[in-house]
């Protein structure tokens, strides 16, 4: 079970807990977090809760909910690739969503990514980020790049690597001003 | 130069926009060039601009140009 509070870039990210389940559901089958998804399918109760019960007890996966001053705006995950523990696994790949309408539009949505980031390249053993990204999603594929991920291969589902050199390089700014206080 | 000058010329070095695109409803992530790297290009123009220091929450809070007046407007500057 994930215990992990993760701080920092004016964000806070802690566990999920059953009582955010119905809100999530509702974040993930909104409109707008569901465009940006590979699946476009609804979630249900149902498959909410079994979701919860599963990834729960998953070592190798982290879901969050990320909280700005003290209100959950969106969620954030990260899950080990080729690995049954996230501690264990050289390849690691994080997702979020911003659910809040009032912080899709906000440069806070790489607050929760630069976290996630440092702590699999700095905590964990990640040696590279993940993403898998629909080509047509071109938001997503900006975003990816400006944290400094490259197109590993581009088809109608793309896939990006991070490595933490290029993490370092493509954020430092951002990561100042994002950590003023 | 009155501040709403100042703050235009600051959005449109800062997003590399014409002058006249500036406006209030103007929104962060609306148009190609507001996007994070052109966000902080504009942190520091606006910084430059108004001799202020922001710190990461009005940062956060500044997605569009309406915002940007209300926040400088917290730091005794009137439009």
Known sequence: ?181 | MTNQEKLVKAFSEGLGIEPGMVKDELTYNTIPQWDSTAHMMLIGALEREFDVMLDTDEIIDMSSVAKAKSILTQHQISF
């Open chain 1, 1 to 181: 079970m994930n215990n992990l509070l993760l701080q920092g870039y004016a964000v806070t990210l802690r566990p999920i807990q059953s009582s955010d389940l119905e809100q999530l559901r509702q974040w993930r089958n909104s409109e707008p977090v569901r465009q940006q998804m590979l699946s476009q399918q609804t979630i249900s109760v149902e498959q909410q809760n079994a979701w919860f019960s599963k990834v729960q007890r998953d070592p190798a996966q982290h879901h969050w909910v990320i909280e700005y001053k003290s209100r959950p705006i969106g969620s954030a995950n990260i899950k080990a690739l080729y690995a049954s523990k996230l501690d264990e696994a050289t390849t690691i790949e994080p997702g979020l969503y911003i659910g809040d309408p009032a912080y899709r539009q906000n440069i806070i949505a790489f607050a929760p990514t630069l976290l996630i980031n440092d702590y699999c390249f700095n905590t964990l053993a990640a040696s590279q980020l993940k993403a898998v990204v629909k080509a047509s999603n071109q938001a997503a594929m900006n975003y990816n790049i400006k944290l400094g991920y490259k197109v590993h291969s581009n088809h109608d589902v793309c896939e990006l690597i991070l490595t933490k050199p290029a993490y370092e390089q493509a954020t430092a700014m951002l990561k100042q001003l994002l950590s003023r206080n």
